[in-house]
């Protein structure tokens, strides 16, 4: 993970709590072609640590706080492998990566 900014320093993201964030997900390796956002919409919310989330996102926020954006670079078999995401246009075996804002922590 990438951090590009500084955090609040407190709510820290763990297992079982549950994340509210903006997620920006775009290809690396494709002139970062974005693929899915929530910027200017409602943000996303999940349950970290339990496989609500691909393993590369859900490791890469761990201990990650509020207020903190970190870009998360993750190859395909921390993604989605070999079968890759239709819905979204990514073929399999590709690299991507999520810039994710910690908005709040629950």
Not at 5 to 32: E, I, N, R
Not at 34 to 61: L, Q
């Amino acid at each position: 993970a990438v951090v590009s900014t500084q955090s609040t320093g407190k709510d820290f993201v763990d297992k079982g709590v549950t994340v509210v964030c903006h997620v920006t997900g775009f290809l690396p390796d494709d002139d970062k072609k974005v693929f899915w956002s929530t910027k200017g919409g409602n943000p996303f919310t999940y349950k970290a640590g339990v496989g609500s989330v691909i393993d590369g996102w859900d490791e890469g926020v761990m201990g990650m706080s509020e207020g903190e954006i970190s870009t998360i670079f993750m190859s395909s078999n921390k993604g989605y492998g070999k079968i890759g995401n239709r819905s979204w246009n990514i073929p399999g075996h590709t690299n991507i990566a999520f810039e994710i804002e910690i908005l709040a922590i629950r």
